[in-house]
């Protein structure tokens, strides 16, 4: 792992330390144009198909309004989130265009998304009356995704429940309640395109469209690729893809390929200031418990961001970050609210940037790496003590 050596990546930076990022001594960058590019990137390499920008969990922690207006600027003609919560803040926020949820409970706010003209995902009966009951509340059709299990185990209909569910959808199509707008599954280990199991998944969508087309529905999307299946199962594609990890310009998978190699570019850089810079003797003890210590007189700086931000507990001695014109690792234990990282004799000052990923820093997928994780929980675990600041604004 290294340092980029870009001086235009810096100079674009320096518009993300507001006033009032500068006063907490951190702040996340959030820049819509490498969005912007990476959903274009990506459509360019799978022909027409259609992307449905994937901005659950506050679009993977970049900012769930800015990063879906940027994603339809780019191209992009679905949004997807998990929970209708999510679906109805972005109607919330003036978000037009089609948006799809995909994870309710008994209960959930269906009369809500038929009248906000939200697509709902449907993997049971129990909810699929629920829908139908919202319907003859609200007067509105429902747009239903019904969803197969092909061999996740997670949400979806297995193929013995499928059958039912699918004549139960068609029932209440008949019924003027419902249009069946999607059918759809989710793939198990499309990071990896030549586990077996990947193709066992497509060939089980497969039957699961030719139940649902006997049972007389003509869904107008059929979806079953995340990132790594839109670029790594060019069979999966089908009318839409569902992309997530690759628009915010991290790795799908090692076997897909890294980031720059799929010509993306992180979305999100992490970036702080230093709260301390001492000078220690050889043998100090750094942190709780001791885990780091210094081999030889040593300078060492204090960076104001800790678990209590989202910085993993498991970066103890190995989070790397750009500190004082080299990258090096945090020196001991994550605390709540701060890390030390070990800058030798290089000469530094308190209020000097660090990048702790993006940008001319290391990626995410690096941190992911030295925390035995995966990029994309680095990048949706930091948190709310850490301002947002939104580069290449459009609208
Ligand atoms: C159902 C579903 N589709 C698509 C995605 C997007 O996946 P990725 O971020 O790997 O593109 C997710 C995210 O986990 C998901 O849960």
């Excluded at 809500?112 to 319907?135: F, Y």
């Excluded at 190699?261 to 000078?279: D, F, H, I, Q, T």
Aim: proline share 5%; hydrophobic share 45%; aromatic share 4%.
């Amino acid at each position: 792992m290294s340092a980029r050596n870009d001086a235009t990546v810096e100079v674009a930076y320096a518009a993300a330390w507001t006033p009032e990022a500068r006063a907490r001594g951190a702040v996340v960058a959030i820049d819509l144009d490498a969005l912007r590019a990476n959903v274009a990137a990506v459509r360019e390499r799978i022909g027409g198909v259609d992307v449905m920008a994937v901005v659950k969990a506050d679009a993977y922690g970049h900012g769930l309004v800015p990063c879906a207006r940027a994603a339809l600027e780019a191209g992009a003609t679905w949004l997807g989130v998990a929970l209708l919560e999510e679906a109805l803040a972005l109607r919330d926020a003036g978000v037009a265009g089609r948006i799809l949820g995909w994870l309710a409970v008994p209960g959930a706010r269906w009369a809500d998304c038929l009248e906000r003209d939200i697509d709902v995902s449907v993997s049971a009966i129990w909810a699929l009356d629920e829908v139908r009951e919202a319907a003859r509340a609200t007067g509105v059709r429902a747009r239903v995704h019904l969803k197969a299990d092909t061999g996740l185990s997670r949400n979806g209909a297995t193929p013995h429940d499928w059958p039912e569910l699918v004549a139960a959808a068609r029932d209440a199509e008949l019924e003027g309640l419902v249009t069946v707008a999607g059918v759809w599954s989710h793939l198990a280990c499309a990071d990896v395109p030549t586990d077996p199991s990947v193709a066992e998944q497509v060939a089980a969508f497969e039957r699961a469209l030719a139940v649902a087309a006997d049972a007389g529905l003509h869904p107008e999307v059929r979806h079953l690729a995340n990132s790594a299946g839109a670029l790594g199962v060019p069979e999966a594609r089908y009318d839409l893809v569902r992309l997530g990890i690759a628009m915010y310009g991290l790795t799908p998978g090692d076997d897909i390929g890294t980031g720059d190699e799929l010509g993306l570019r992180p979305v999100m850089s992490l970036r702080a200031r230093l709260a301390s810079v001492k000078r220690v003797a050889a043998g100090s003890g750094v942190s709780y418990g001791h885990e780091y210590v210094t081999a030889s007189d040593t300078t060492l700086g204090l960076v104001p961001v800790g678990y209590g931000d989202g910085i993993p507990r498991a970066a103890r001695n190995g989070g790397p970050m750009l500190a004082a014109g080299s990258v090096r690792t945090i020196a001991g234990r994550v605390c709540m609210d701060q890390v030390v990282i070990d800058l030798g004799d290089s000469v530094a000052e308190p209020g000097d940037e660090v990048v702790l990923f993006g940008g001319e820093g290391p990626s995410a997928d690096d941190w992911a790496t030295a925390c035995g994780t995966i990029g994309y929980e680095i990048v949706t675990r930091i948190g709310p003590r850490v301002p947002r600041a939104y580069l290449g604004v459009t609208s």
